[in-house]
């Protein structure tokens, strides 16, 4: 072969490899395109199922309430709000507590995956982070109720008081009390509660020292047991003015104000505490282990705070306060035209900035919420704020330190009330025979 024939031959191998080299690029550049494709469409279907996952839970702690409320002597649908400064003990009081007692859900195990958040900022109040004294007009008696109130867990206590089996506040030993007797035992949430099935309806009276008479709220607040009549039952809600499928129980919880919902201590159980030196006092030579939660994780809202309405920049929100004139309220809801709820309007609206549009994002972005009827519904995050707005008429013209202390951006409507009831009264009350 002579040395023309060699080049020729080079050439053409060159050009055969150019080409390989091309046709893998393009190949390479196609699998490229296919995969940015391909990943928004996985993103959406692993989000599809976590949303499917959500509501799913949704309709099972529904379920269990119906079955609780079947059970419970006085119609109620749960024993109150998973609160424990506000309603009881954590394994004994509240919506979380009722369904892991009758055997019918576990809510620690059935977390929306959506929500990034793995527990309520009561936690902090297990912990005993502030104080564990009654809050709003708690019955003491359920402060010491189960494990609250007992020296010791498991036969083992923790050194250091007499209460949460003998664990001193806001330490190692206190979390992994909580750890073992509550978390481990399915007593944990990161769903938030609406104020009507563990509040339903302020307490009120009449007052006829005021000219013209009023009904009003009594001297308590709205968040309290004191101040309102309690859980929702089942006669209530199946003799209300208010459709079952419109009454809300319990939806996507939203972040907790930072303030109270930075948790104090991990959450967490096995030979040794989370320093990694210390003796857990509760292991009983067992070499289990396992961490729920971190110190420094933000936690979840409980339940909504009740009625409400807009006073100002420099507020925002306001909650209805002790000894509110409901005469207004009550008018309004009976002909259906209440006025805007502001300062001095005597009208008021549900506070739901406790619920999150945790599914989606953006202006897709939607939070599902349990109604009376067993069924969820999906709502939607229409101004990308991430709160849901009944109705509150928020200005257009704040500054973004003012919207930031509101958290609701504007007044779009989100839950519509056709779809959901977010007025005070689930009993219509009449002024007749006060007024007669």
Same mark, same amino acid.
């Given at each position: @072969?002579?040395?023309?024939?060699?080049?020729?031959?080079?050439?053409?191998?060159?050009?055969?490899?150019? #080409?390989?080299?091309?046709?893998?690029?393009?190949?390479?550049? =196609?699998?490229?395109?296919?995969?940015?494709?391909?990943?928004?469409?996985?993103?959406?279907?692993?989000?599809?199922?976590?949303?499917?996952?959500?509501?799913?839970?949704?309709?099972?702690?529904?379920?269990? &309430?119906?079955? #609780?409320?079947?059970?419970?002597?006085?119609?109620?649908?749960?024993?109150?709000?998973?609160? &424990?400064?506000?309603?009881?003990?954590?394994?004994?009081?509240?919506?979380?507590?009722?369904?892991?007692?009758?055997?019918?859900?576990?809510?620690?195990?059935?977390?929306?995956?959506?929500?990034?958040?793995?527990?309520?900022?009561?936690?902090?109040?297990?912990?005993?982070?502030?104080?564990?004294?009654?809050?709003?007009?708690?019955?003491?008696?359920?402060?010491?109720?189960?494990?609250?109130?007992?020296?010791?867990?498991?036969?083992?206590?923790?050194?250091?008081?007499?209460?949460?089996?003998?664990?001193?506040?806001?330490?190692?030993?206190?979390?992994?009390?909580?750890?073992?007797?509550?978390?481990?035992?399915?007593?944990?949430?990161?769903?938030?509660?609406?104020?009507?099935?563990?509040?339903?309806?302020?307490?009120?009276?009449?007052?006829?020292?005021?000219?013209?008479?009023?009904?009003?709220?009594?001297?308590?607040?709205?968040?309290?047991?004191?101040?309102?009549?309690?859980?929702?039952?089942?006669?209530?809600?199946?003799?209300?003015?208010?459709?079952?499928?419109?009454?809300?129980?319990?939806?996507?919880?939203?972040?907790?104000?930072?303030?109270?919902?930075?948790?104090?201590?991990?959450?967490?159980?096995?030979?040794?505490?989370?320093?990694?030196?210390?003796?857990?006092?509760?292991?009983?030579?067992?070499?289990?282990?396992?961490?729920?939660?971190?110190?420094?994780?933000?936690?979840?809202?409980?339940?909504?705070?009740?009625?409400?309405?807009?006073?100002?920049?420099?507020?925002?929100?306001?909650?209805?306060?002790?000894?509110?004139?409901?005469?207004?309220?009550?008018?309004?809801?009976?002909?259906?035209?209440?006025?805007?709820?502001?300062?001095?309007?005597?009208?008021?609206?549900?506070?739901?900035?406790?619920?999150?549009?945790?599914?989606?994002?953006?202006?897709?972005?939607?939070?599902?919420?349990? @109604?009376?009827?067993?069924?969820?519904?999906?709502?939607?995050?229409?101004?990308?704020?991430?709160?849901?707005?009944?109705? &509150?008429?928020?200005?257009?013209?704040?500054?973004?330190?003012?919207?930031?202390? =509101?958290?609701?951006?504007?007044?779009?409507?989100?839950?519509?009330?056709?779809?959901?009831?977010?007025?005070?009264?689930?009993?219509?009350?009449?002024?007749?025979?006060?007024?007669?």
């Amino acid at each position: @072969m002579n040395l023309t024939q060699r080049l020729r031959k080079l050439q053409q191998k060159s050009r055969q490899q150019a #080409f390989t080299l091309v046709e893998l690029l393009v190949v390479i550049a =196609i699998i490229g395109v296919l995969v940015a494709l391909l990943l928004p469409a996985i993103s959406r279907a692993r989000e599809s199922a976590r949303t499917a996952t959500c509501k799913n839970n949704l309709r099972q702690f529904g379920m269990g &309430f119906l079955l #609780f409320a079947d059970r419970d002597p006085r119609g109620r649908l749960t024993t109150g709000a998973a609160d &424990f400064r506000r309603d009881g003990c954590y394994d004994k009081w509240g919506w979380v507590a009722d369904l892991v007692n009758t055997n019918t859900a576990r809510p620690g195990e059935m977390l929306c995956p959506s929500n990034p958040i793995k527990a309520s900022e009561k936690v902090n109040d297990l912990l005993g982070k502030d104080t564990t004294d009654a809050k709003d007009g708690a019955p003491a008696s359920r402060l010491i109720d189960g494990v609250c109130g007992d020296a010791t867990w498991g036969g083992q206590s923790g050194g250091g008081g007499s209460t949460f089996g003998g664990t001193a506040v806001n330490t190692q030993e206190r979390a992994a009390l909580v750890a073992r007797a509550f978390f481990a035992q399915g007593y944990a949430t990161n769903y938030a509660a609406g104020w009507h099935f563990v509040r339903s309806s302020p307490k009120f009276d009449f007052d006829n020292s005021v000219t013209p008479a009023a009904i009003r709220s009594v001297n308590q607040g709205m968040k309290g047991l004191a101040g309102t009549l309690g859980q929702l039952t089942l006669r209530v809600m199946e003799n209300a003015p208010v459709v079952t499928s419109n009454i809300a129980l319990l939806g996507d919880a939203a972040p907790g104000d930072i303030d109270e919902a930075i948790l104090a201590q991990t959450i967490a159980y096995g030979p040794l505490l989370a320093d990694g030196s210390t003796p857990d006092p509760f292991a009983n030579g067992s070499a289990d282990k396992e961490t729920f939660v971190e110190a420094g994780e933000l936690l979840a809202e409980a339940f909504n705070d009740g009625p409400a309405f807009y006073a100002d920049p420099s507020s925002g929100m306001d909650l209805m306060a002790k000894q509110s004139d409901l005469t207004t309220e009550i008018d309004c809801e009976l002909n259906n035209s209440c006025a805007p709820p502001t300062a001095g309007s005597n009208t008021y609206l549900q506070d739901t900035r406790d619920w999150f549009a945790v599914h989606g994002g953006g202006n897709q972005g939607s939070c599902n919420i349990l @109604m009376a009827d067993g069924s969820v519904k999906e709502f939607f995050d229409s101004n990308g704020d991430k709160f849901l707005n009944p109705g &509150f008429p928020i200005p257009d013209n704040l500054t973004e330190q003012e919207y930031a202390g =509101i958290g609701y951006r504007n007044s779009t409507v989100e839950l519509s009330p056709t779809e959901m009831f977010n007025g005070v009264f689930l009993i219509k009350l009449s002024k007749r025979s006060a007024f007669e």
